[in-house]
């Protein structure tokens, strides 16, 4: 079993609407998990980091953790074009044990 | 401030050739740690160090070597290349090793061994 599994994409929204990302890990002890953003191209940009069960809002993104089902999830509220990219779950136990990455393209 | 900087950009190696990665990272940054990513994977850890010593490595053969400066710089070395070494190396910097600890990854070192 992979530590950090996301759903598989690619995932399609049109302009305006919700973008919701899934990905689960397989460690329970697991403390910190953030979320990272890759243009095609380029290296992994950091959006957001949540430790605490429930939610944790940052402008238009939206990270929700349930420690319980071992489940981590980030909206995109008003998804616009420039979303369009890949998004990459990682625990982080002192080194980054990232997922495959779900990539996500906005419908103008 | 400037964020982290690695070089080379590009870098085109044989098979057999070994080649060194550099990076600094953000001012004040102690700890420096080392990802390979795979074109459709999500990067995978190599080493992390932090105020000079090696704190962790991950699941990668002797022949990647890696090393920190005084300066808190680091080389990454990778020796007898394969072809399967090709990939995008990522460097991230961040204050110092732990779990609740942000990392910010540099441009990038894409590696293609022919």
């Known amino acids: 079993q992979k530590e950090v599994e996301q759903n598989s994409g690619p995932l399609s929204v049109p302009e305006g609407a919700i973008a919701s990302l899934n990905c689960t890990y397989s460690?329970?002890?697991?403390?910190?998990f953030f979320w990272y953003r890759q243009y095609s191209g380029k290296s992994p940009e950091l959006i957001m980091f949540?430790?605490?069960?429930g939610d944790k809002e940052d402008g238009r993104f939206t990270a929700q953790l349930n420690k319980a089902s071992q489940y981590v999830s980030l909206l995109i509220r008003d998804s616009q074009p420039s979303d369009s990219a890949t998004y990459l779950c990682a625990v982080n136990d002192y080194k980054l044990s990232f997922g495959a990455g779900t990539t996500v393209t906005v419908r103008a | 401030d400037a964020g982290v900087t690695q070089s080379p950009t590009h870098l085109i190696k044989t098979r057999g050739q070994q080649v060194t990665l550099r990076c600094s990272p953000i001012?004040?940054?102690?700890?420096v740690s080392w990802y390979q990513q795979v074109l459709g994977q999500g990067p995978q850890f190599i080493f992390q160090y932090y105020e000079k010593e090696e704190r962790g490595r991950g699941n990668f053969p002797d022949r990647f070597s890696a090393r920190q400066f005084p300066n808190y710089s680091s080389e990454l070395n990778v020796n007898a290349l394969l072809l399967g070494d090709s990939a995008l190396y990522l460097c991230a910097s961040s204050l110092i090793s732990g779990g609740a600890v942000e990392q910010f990854f540099g441009p990038g070192t894409r590696l293609t061994v022919l």
């Open positions: 001012s004040g940054h102690k700890s």
């Open positions: 949540i430790y605490s069960n």
């Open positions: 460690d329970r002890g697991s403390q910190s």
